[in-house]
């Protein structure tokens, strides 16, 4: 081969390996578009690589912080995975310029918290990784001014809250995965959120779903939660919310479901395959009139008492069909009547559910009155009244009040 040929071919190879000397130590650059540092034991993102990266890898290496506009030089980026690093931090708009951005994946990480603005100004996005990423808590605005994002996915974090406002600014986003075991989120969590399609909670560990829970969530698809327990459902955690077209709850455990108010911008509410333990006893079971078509409610376990007599007739006065309510639904308590059908069994008459509702009303007048005076004593003589052996003795006491 002549001397003149070997040479080009040297050249050739020597760039194809390091295009033109760009590619960093440790890391393989099989094109001036690609970009592979995986487990190159890197501590910060590389910054001299060409303008023109489009598909950048730092899955693996030893990274701990992103600053703001860390990849702000590399505006054709189209992927960009930093999974498996140490990030602990990630500063607000750290993704600034990237507006050719369609995958960014931050799984693996040791993040313990999304910041606001963290994931902020990401545009035309595909998909959005932030799971199994230790996200305890979402602040407010974490997300703000990003749009049009196809997938936002934040399963398999531990987070234990969603703050006020954590999605506010965010719009046009087609499926947005909360992360399971969610065990609060604050009321306005989703005030701002706009234009989603599908939202879903699944396995949730909430004590409650607040009053003002949805409160200025602008239009959205459907909300759904799967699985997991509910403590108690207020009667206002629909209030303020904006159009949306479905909310769904299947094979949840509800502690007390305090109401279904399905008036104005929600257009529908199926509760599927759920466990319900009771009805608010307060005010009964508040359901503005709807059109039958707007509530289903089939195949879940309900409270045979007067709870059940309570939303039957809150059913009924709102026009809905209580003879295939009755079909569709079964029994969970009392355990001598669970899992037969409500229209196989015989529910307590009004009047044993007056007789019951006074009797409660007594036994609640009579509490009150005991801590009252529990409470006088204490001031009085200086008494200190430790919780724990006055939790163990006040039904005792109640008992003997009562009868």
Same mark, same amino acid.
């Given at each position: 081969?002549?001397?003149?040929? !070997?040479?080009?071919?040297?050249?050739?190879?020597?760039?194809?390996?390091?295009?033109?000397?760009?590619?960093? /130590?440790?890391?393989?650059?099989?094109?001036?578009?690609?970009?592979?540092?995986?487990?190159?034991?890197?501590?910060?993102?590389?910054?001299?690589?060409?303008?023109?990266?489009? #598909?950048?890898?730092?899955?693996?290496?030893?990274?701990?912080?992103?600053?703001?506009?860390?990849?702000?030089?590399?505006?054709?980026? !189209?992927?960009?995975?930093?999974?498996?690093?140490?990030?602990?931090?990630?500063?607000?708009?750290?993704?600034?310029?990237?507006?050719?951005?369609?995958?960014?994946?931050?799984?693996?990480?040791?993040?313990?918290?999304?910041?606001?603005f963290s994931l902020g100004g990401l545009r035309n996005i595909t998909y959005l990784y932030v799971g #199994?990423?230790?996200?305890?808590?979402?602040?407010?605005?974490?997300?703000?001014?990003?749009? /049009?994002?196809?997938?936002?996915?934040?399963?398999?974090? *531990?987070?234990?809250?969603?703050?006020?406002?954590?999605?506010?600014?965010?719009?046009?986003?087609?499926?947005?995965?909360?992360?399971?075991?969610?065990?609060?989120?604050a009321a306005g969590a989703f005030s701002g959120l706009r234009d989603v399609d599908v939202l879903v909670?699944?396995?949730?560990?909430?004590?409650?779903? *607040?009053?003002?829970?949805?409160?200025?969530?602008?239009?959205?698809?459907?909300?759904?939660?799967?699985?997991?327990?509910?403590?108690?459902?207020?009667?206002?955690?629909?209030?303020?919310?904006?159009?949306?077209?479905?909310?769904?709850?299947?094979?949840?455990?509800?502690?007390?479901?305090?109401?279904?108010?399905?008036?104005?911008?929600?257009?529908?509410?199926?509760?599927?395959?759920? !466990?319900? #333990?009771?009805?608010?006893?307060? /005010?009964?079971?508040?359901?503005?009139?709807?059109?039958?078509?707007?509530?289903?409610?089939?195949?879940?376990?309900?409270?045979?008492?007067?709870?059940?007599? !309570?939303?039957?007739?809150?059913?009924?006065?709102?026009?809905?069909n209580v003879t295939r309510f009755s079909e569709q639904n079964r029994c969970l308590t009392p355990p001598?009547?669970?899992?037969? #059908?409500?229209?196989?069994?015989?529910?307590?008459?009004?009047?044993?559910?007056?007789?019951? /509702?006074?009797?409660?009303?007594?036994?609640?007048?009579?509490?009150?009155?005991?801590?009252?005076?529990?409470?006088?004593?204490?001031?009085?003589?200086?008494?200190?009244?430790?919780?724990?052996?006055?939790?163990?003795?006040?039904?005792?006491?109640?008992?003997?009040?009562?009868?």
């Amino acid at each position: 081969m002549p001397p003149a040929v !070997r040479l080009w071919w040297l050249f050739v190879l020597l760039w194809s390996s390091k295009v033109s000397g760009f590619c960093p /130590d440790g890391c393989v650059c099989p094109s001036e578009i690609q970009v592979l540092c995986i487990d190159a034991g890197l501590t910060a993102p590389p910054r001299r690589l060409p303008a023109t990266v489009q #598909h950048l890898s730092l899955a693996g290496n030893r990274i701990r912080r992103l600053r703001r506009a860390a990849f702000i030089k590399l505006p054709q980026l !189209r992927t960009l995975d930093l999974d498996n690093n140490r990030i602990r931090r990630v500063a607000p708009f750290a993704f600034l310029g990237l507006l050719s951005l369609e995958r960014l994946s931050l799984q693996g990480n040791p993040l313990g918290e999304l910041a606001g603005f963290s994931l902020g100004g990401l545009r035309n996005i595909t998909y959005l990784y932030v799971g #199994h990423s230790g996200v305890r808590r979402v602040r407010p605005l974490a997300f703000s001014t990003s749009a /049009d994002v196809r997938l936002i996915s934040l399963g398999g974090n *531990p987070a234990a809250a969603l703050e006020p406002r954590a999605f506010a600014g965010l719009q046009r986003v087609h499926h947005l995965l909360l992360p399971e075991r969610l065990q609060r989120v604050a009321a306005g969590a989703f005030s701002g959120l706009r234009d989603v399609d599908v939202l879903v909670v699944r396995q949730p560990q909430l004590e409650n779903l *607040p009053a003002g829970l949805l409160s200025g969530l602008q239009r959205a698809a459907r909300l759904t939660v799967i699985g997991g327990e509910v403590g108690v459902m207020d009667r206002h955690w629909m209030e303020g919310v904006g159009p949306v077209q479905v909310i769904s709850f299947t094979n949840v455990t509800i502690g007390e479901l305090g109401g279904l108010n399905i008036t104005g911008p929600v257009g529908r509410l199926e509760m599927r395959g759920n !466990r319900v #333990h009771a009805v608010a006893l307060s /005010d009964v079971l508040t359901l503005s009139p709807c059109a039958e078509e707007r509530l289903v409610l089939v195949d879940n376990l309900l409270p045979c008492t007067c709870d059940l007599h !309570r939303l039957m007739t809150a059913l009924r006065g709102a026009g809905y069909n209580v003879t295939r309510f009755s079909e569709q639904n079964r029994c969970l308590t009392p355990p001598v009547l669970q899992q037969r #059908h409500i229209s196989g069994v015989s529910l307590p008459s009004a009047e044993e559910c007056a007789v019951r /509702d006074r009797e409660e009303l007594e036994r609640r007048k009579s509490e009150e009155a005991f801590l009252r005076a529990m409470a006088s004593a204490g001031r009085c003589f200086g008494v200190t009244i430790y919780s724990s052996l006055f939790t163990l003795l006040l039904p005792f006491v109640i008992n003997i009040v009562v009868t």
